[in-house]
């Protein structure tokens, strides 16, 4: 079991940046696979991008790709998404995911808003 508790959403203008923090309340190094994930009004809730344990293999949405950075720290017990070059259509809410063995557990979410 972990809870997930994610932060550093916020209002940006187009072209900005935020980066956004994703705090576990146990040790990530054996949680193989974490992620982030968008979902905006009206929409399907979507995947952002996903790293593996060790940080080695990453995929990305192909609307975020060579914008957005997804990495962990372990040793914090934190998954990061650095996001730059913000459009509109980033705006969403943004919630973290860890998959276990037998199911995956989710964070609250938080709120992502581009101005143009």
């Known amino acids: 079991q972990v809870q997930l508790v994610e932060s550093g959403g916020g209002l940006v203008q187009a072209g900005g940046s935020l980066r956004l923090s994703c705090a576990a309340s146990r040790n990530i190094f054996s949680i193989n696979v974490m992620g982030w994930y968008r979902q905006a009004p009206g929409k399907q809730r979507e995947l952002v991008a996903a790293?593996?344990?060790?940080?080695?293999?990453?995929n990305y949405a192909d609307a975020v790709k060579g914008r957005f950075t997804i990495s962990r720290d372990n040793a914090k017990n934190t998954l990061y998404l650095q996001m730059n070059s913000l459009k509109p259509e980033d705006t969403a809410v943004y919630l973290c995911?860890?998959?276990?063995?037998?199911?995956?557990?989710w964070g609250q979410g938080t709120q992502v808003t581009v101005s143009a």
């Open positions: 790293i593996t344990s060790g940080g080695g293999i990453t």
């Open positions: 995911k860890a998959q276990l063995p037998t199911r995956a557990y």
